[in-house]
């Protein structure tokens, strides 16, 4: 498997301009995850769906932030508009719990600055 | 809510000696713990997970320990290696049946010398 891939995996752009961040998770995988990590915060939780449904996105910062998942293979993390105060790297990761762990799985992240 | 506390200082020790991390949390004892590698410029990789019921748990040259009273877990490497040189982040599973939602620290960076 090739785990799960996230793109761009660099984005810089403007202040008030429509940032999309994308992931397709690991198949098979039920559950997803949206982080972010900047310095002075560590890594965040901004939301999770668990078989495409949102199940908390009490992490996400406020209103210019949604995300989506229209399938079991992909989803979407769209800030509109950007900040500058956004520029941070966003993860996401895929999970398959009912085995013995409850493992997440990382994706490389996308670095976003916003100028 | 929920705090985790882990060391915002860099840990160097020496190649072949045994690097011991902490992670302490402030509130409720969560149903698992977990720890994590981070290298520069990817994302957290799992490394071992260890249950509120466990004392111990090894894998390799990596053990964890889990004390619920002191609300402390500990990540040793032994033999320590410059390859082992990350940021290693614990993360508490929130309770409440939410046993998918991790909170993390924010990492203690390893620099290990040869």
């Known amino acids: 498997d090739a785990g799960v891939i996230q793109s761009p995996r660099h984005e810089v752009t403007e202040m008030g301009q429509e940032v999309t961040l994308r992931c397709k998770p690991i198949s098979g995988h039920d559950y997803l995850f949206w982080y972010r990590q900047t310095m002075m915060r560590g890594l965040e939780l901004l939301i999770y769906f668990n078989n495409n449904v949102p199940i908390d996105d009490s992490g996400m910062p406020e209103d210019r932030f949604s995300a989506k998942m229209p399938n079991a293979s992909f989803s979407t993390l769209k800030i509109q508009p950007s900040e500058p105060r956004d520029s941070a790297v966003y993860f996401c990761?895929?999970?398959?719990?009912?085995?013995?762990?409850?493992?997440?799985?990382f994706g490389p992240g996308t670095r976003l600055t916003v100028l | 809510s929920q705090k985790i506390e882990q060391n915002s200082e860099a840990l160097n020790i020496q190649e072949g000696k045994t690097a011991t991390l902490t992670c302490n949390y402030t509130?409720?004892?969560?149903?698992?713990l977990q720890w994590y590698r981070q290298d520069p410029g990817r994302g957290p990789v799992f490394l071992l997970l260890i249950r509120e019921n466990e004392k111990e748990k090894r894998k390799e040259r990596l053990k964890v320990t889990f004390d619920t009273t002191l609300k402390q877990s500990l990540f040793h490497i032994t033999a320590s290696q410059p390859a082992d040189s990350a940021t290693y982040l614990c993360a508490l599973a929130k309770g409440g049946g939410a046993t998918n939602k991790l909170i993390f620290g924010t990492g203690t960076l390893l620099a290990v010398q040869p």
């Open positions: 990761a895929s999970s398959s719990p009912g085995g013995h762990t409850d493992t997440q799985y």
């Open positions: 509130n409720y004892s969560p149903a698992y």
